[in-house]
């Protein structure tokens, strides 16, 4: 027997109209790659969204269909998520730091058949428009005023003036909420990217999940700023929450470094932000460098790699600006864990709370964790049981797009290459990739957990851990250094600090000072590259000293 | 093209299982029938739901079946909210407080099979039994040694000796989600009751929705006091929020008076509440009268009618309790609006800001609101126009159960048969019922805004304003009063207290003093009896004045 109630579907333009309808005097401030900052408000989005929808229509993209952006986060990439979604086709964000061949497979493998960018990437559009098989109109993301004077691109168009020839009345269109949304590509360090293709039924769910109060807490009373880009993953989904709670959004654009965040911080009394770790280093820097503070910001959403401890320290204690350590994947829209805290935390003290803190977190309603041994068994929640992290749930997917890979799945759980553990309040720590993972003698060690040792030392700037081949050992860790401008870092200092933090078979077996360890276009450090480089170190070492 | 994502249904089960494996040991807090004050967590919780499920598999309840409960908020009530719902059959939880007459009629409408009750209900369900068409078994909720010595119930089974007999290992099944979960009777106050059926669907988003930031803000770190009955549209969905974000749960079961209340809120470390506002005077009285305060309450949200300024202004001003006023229905799960503060109040003064706070708050994400005219045109959201209220979202009833009363919508929407405005910053206040709604000379008086007037008089203890027939103007307000006791009040003073606060052509016209206003089972006004019995007052005093 079925309910009696309301049948309808969750579908991304509801975000936006329901942010017209009962938030329509909230302010969305963009700065933007002109240079102006730009301020309307939701109602102004849901006019020029509609716009958009009818001139998207007007370039004869179909029900399904892949429109590719190159964007950075600002109120007319905001447009394209509504206007593009909302009438049925599919947002495919591209990721500008790709190399310009991946850019190119990625987006003929979506088949685009429109790219819409923002004239900081026309030469990097231009350089791949010869070999783009699908894109049929290019529109650069600009007003008439600065459109580029010549390009070689053909029948360039113009955003604002594609804008400016249609009307502003459109009606949402009604479909299935499993129809497909938005696409973006796993930057993938082996094998070819592969996509995840969200429906519109995961995105609004995802939206709920995390803006609850024990995930992102989003909320009315907000200004969100995220630095995390609209090109990876969705900005882990905060344009649709804002929208959901009609909290202020304050995009910055192309301006990511410490300076121009906390002057947009403070002049638009931005509350929360999110982003990876290396943005808030620069933050950082600068905030302390010119010893200023931060006013109204008070939370931080920190994820796509582990927080350093220091950072986590700095911004809380000095700052009075709380950490939020969460978890997820392009391949879960992607939200898994928000490290919140529980009751039960309340009476630890200020170090051991940094600790539970340094966790990923604890799944949010809709997701569902576990942690399996090699044959796929399940391990206890006990905190120190490591195993693979597998993940289901409403915005996880079940295949990637075209099936490309095959089936991903495991008995119905997506197993994300993570190596975890779980304790029993239900705090999940990654302590590892799969890949990444240093396997000495059979036992495993966290690489993750030398290289925060590593990186609390004052003259280090960064720090990978990766399995280096040993005779007897089959591996043992290798760290790999890069020190701080200026710093002076002597090997036997460096292995020192690691004394009774570590199981002592746990020490690295050595040290390399390198000027640069290679990141990935989403700012991972690519461990695979330096094994290339530095897996045979310690058999060399070996080789000199026999 | 569809997304790749996951094919989960939406599923009350799912709430379950996740604060069991993520929250296990986050504690149940109920007192009992009985007496004592059980505790538990939500590990025991799911087992003993399990348990329960096997239970009522072999009390041969199918798919779909109805199993009715007259219970208080207690756990033995939450394992039932779970179990039986989870495993595929309709929870129908009885209001208790309503008459033996109505009662049977009730279940026999809703075909209930099995009626779990607590020993409170042992006399009314014995007197209803003989009437009791479907009700094939009959189930005390307590142990071997309260069971009442002899009861005329036929096979009478006790609830602890039934989950004894069974095991706790039960898989939850995976079904559609749209498959009827809960229902609710409303107590309509002319024609029969008629039943709201919720899907799992509805009810899972409507547990996001209701946990947001913005609505009632439910977190882990919560003890959430649910004083709304859980007979009462399932407590407001309070029993589903906690499992969802691991809250911790205080059941105050039978004792809800202020001094019960209290010590449990404060030997709990409550931190959030919710109810209707007569328990909150009784609270409130019994606090102010023993120079009490609340520790670790914090906000308590406040619907099922206006909360009186007065109460508001005592919680907030002098308990530093945040009082959230809410707005639902039966039909609608029951959460429609929350008055959550915007940034633009910030700077009002205490007093603009109560004002504020007295609507009855904006849409929670997922439910969309207008107010039409007589001819079904909308209104504009300028804070003036008042006219019925519509609502419509996922969360809300297409029709009632059975269809009964035919097909309530109206192009979409659901007719509240509230009166209302919604302002520019989407703040909808709700002005009257429609049924109460007083219509002078063609003009709408709004019998609420005169009530909490007189409300706020200091010898006032409650008043009802009515539409009393008139040989001029129609209809004219009559203000119906029941003193404090002890308390002196002047009908000329009474009606002095509104010069300036009201239009000249709002005062009422006249006052009559009563000993008590009749409220209905949910603790309503029943303003359709004073109708009946005051409705020709003003013809009678213009009878005895000619």
Known sequence: ???????????????????????????????????????????????????????????????????????????????????????GAVLHTLNPRLHADQLVWIANHAEDEVLFFDLTFLPLVEAAAPRLRTVRSFVAMTDRAHMPASSTLPGLLCYEELLAAQSDAFAWPS??????????????????????????????LHTYAIALPDALNCSARDAILPVVPMFHVNAWGLPYAACMVGAKLVLPGPFLDGRSLHELFESEGVT????????????????????????????TVIGGSACPPAMMRAFQERHDVQVLHAWGMTEISPLGTVCALKPCHAALSADERLAVQARQGRAVFGVDLKVVDEDGRELPHDGQSAGELMVRGPWVISRYFKDEGGDPLAEGWFPTGDVATIDADGFMQITDRSK??????????????????????????????????????????????????????????????????????????????VDAIPLGATGKMQKNLLRERFGDHLLRGQLLAA
């Open 1 to 87: 027997m079925f309910g009696s109630m309301m049948q309808q579907p969750l579908l991304v333009s509801s975000l936006l109209t329901h942010a017209e309808r009962h938030h329509g005097a909230q302010e969305i401030v963009s700065r933007r790659v002109e240079g102006d900052l730009h301020r309307y408000t939701y109602r102004d989005l849901a006019g020029r969204a509609r716009r958009l929808a009818n001139g998207i229509a007007a370039l004869r993209v179909p029900a399904g269909g892949r429109v590719g952006t190159l964007a950075w986060n600002g109120h007319r990439h905001l447009e394209l998520y509504y206007a593009v979604s909302g009438s």
């Open 175 to 204: 479909f299935d909420e499993n129809t497909a949304c938005a696409l973006c590509y796993t930057s993938g360090t082996t094998g070819n990217p592969k996509g995840a293709l969200y429906s519109h039924r995961s995105t609004v």
């Open 272 to 299: 929360m932000s999110a982003g990876v770790p290396t943005v808030w280093q620069g933050l950082l820097a600068h905030v302390e460098a010119h010893n200023l503070r931060f006013s109204t910001m008070r939370r």
């Open 436 to 513: 990444d993972v240093i396997k000495s003698g059979g036992e495993w060690i966290s690489s993750i957990d030398i290289e925060n040792i590593a990186m609390a030392h004052p003259g280090v700037a960064m720090a990978a851990c990766i399995a280096a081949r040993h005779p007897k050992w089959d591996e043992r860790p290798l760290l790999v250094v890069v020190k701080k401008p200026e710093a002076e870092v002597a090997k036997a200092e460096l292995l020192a600090s690691f004394e009774g933090r570590i199981a002592r078979w746990w020490m690295p077996d050595d040290v390399v000072f």
